[in-house]
């Protein structure tokens, strides 16, 4: 592999597979870790592809991104105060101290800005710690976080993108694949150019209900419809860390009812909107933050999907 103009590394040899996690399976072998810290990118369109999609229609050469396994700390960093999200009490990991002072560690921080930047059109991480806020610098982040150069490249990148998306109003997350879209001209009908040019199709929804875009549409009792298909068409996932199969990629908070896409890691989700903690799997909500259905790598009863109606 090679890189390129400094940005993601691209991959030249064969297709391996059908799926994103056999070819990340693939990659992680030809390069001697776990396909845990290996991801698929498009670096264009901001977008870190799912383990379940096909690989099909992803364009050539495919942008690879590849992770740290040991984020290390530098010794005057390290503080004993509790982790901002939550640390299972038997997890020895070391937090180090960001610059509002709060503390969390290496692969928190760097989970927290990955959810963040991925999950919402946001250009800012920020501290998660009741009454704070602070607004922490993309370099504090990389720094902190020991990230490697490719994840340097697409978040800076990725930031970058969100600050562009979020100074327009025409922006909506695609039904489908979760990018981001822009309507033009105030219209109800929306194009995804990524799932077009993926299917090979014009794929187009409603700007309002979020439904597929068909001739005559009319929305009724449009937005819980919509969160409702969304539940519903979600794919079923393995939840790495735990080894938990069949869970849906998406869930509703339990605290606030906004909705939240797993895109890797543990079972252990935080709300961004609420702060809500709970398991993703079996969606309990978590006491004094800690999961009621055991440590974050435990397994679990998967929830059924949830009913909006």
């Known amino acids: ?4 103009n400094g940005s993601s590394k691209i991959l030249e040899e064969p297709i391996v597979g059908s799926s994103i996690m056999e070819m990340k399976k693939h990659l992680a072998q030809t390069i001697g870790i776990s396909f845990h810290y290996v991801d698929i990118v498009c670096l264009e369109d901001g977008v870190i592809y799912e383990n379940d999609r096909h690989i099909n229609g992803i364009s050539r050469p ?12 530098p010794r005057y960093l390290v503080t004993p105060e509790p982790d901002m999200i939550y640390q299972d009490v038997n997890d020895e990991e070391l937090r180090l101290k960001m610059s509002c002072g709060h503390a969390i560690t290496p692969d928190n921080l760097f989970g927290h800005m990955k959810h ?39 978040f800076e990148w990725k930031i970058s993108f ?4 979020q ?37 187009d929804f ?20 919509a969160i409702q298909k969304m539940l519903n068409d979600a794919p079923l996932k393995t939840i790495d860390m735990s080894h938990i199969e069949g869970v849906p990629s998406k869930r509703m908070c339990p605290g606030c009812q906004c909705l939240i896409e797993h895109r890797d890691a543990c079972k252990t989700m935080t709300c961004t909107k609420c702060k809500t903690v709970f398991c993703f799997v079996c969606l ?22 949830q009913r909006v109606l």
């Open 1 to 4: 592999m090679d890189d390129i």
């Open 62 to 73: 495919l942008q690879v991104m590849v992770g740290n396994p040991q984020r290390k700390i």
């Open 116 to 154: 963040t930047l991925m999950s919402e059109v946001k250009p800012s991480v920020n501290c998660l710690t009741k009454n704070c806020g602070a607004e922490w610098s993309m370099q504090e982040i990389i720094k902190k976080a020991d990230m490697t150069e490719d994840e340097r490249i697409f």
């Open 162 to 165: 969100n600050l562009i998306n």
């Open 167 to 203: 100074e327009v109003a025409d922006t909506s997350e695609c039904p489908f694949c979760g990018s981001f879209c822009q309507r033009q001209q105030n219209t109800l009908p929306t194009r995804c150019s990524i799932c077009t040019r993926k299917n090979g199709t014009a794929c």
């Open 206 to 225: 409603c700007w309002s209900c979020k439904s597929p875009w068909i001739v005559n549409h009319k929305c009724s009792n449009r937005e819980l419809e």
């Open 284 to 305: 309990k909500v978590a006491i004094k933050g800690q999961l009621q259905c055991g440590s974050y790598n435990q397994k679990c009863e998967v929830a059924p999907v």
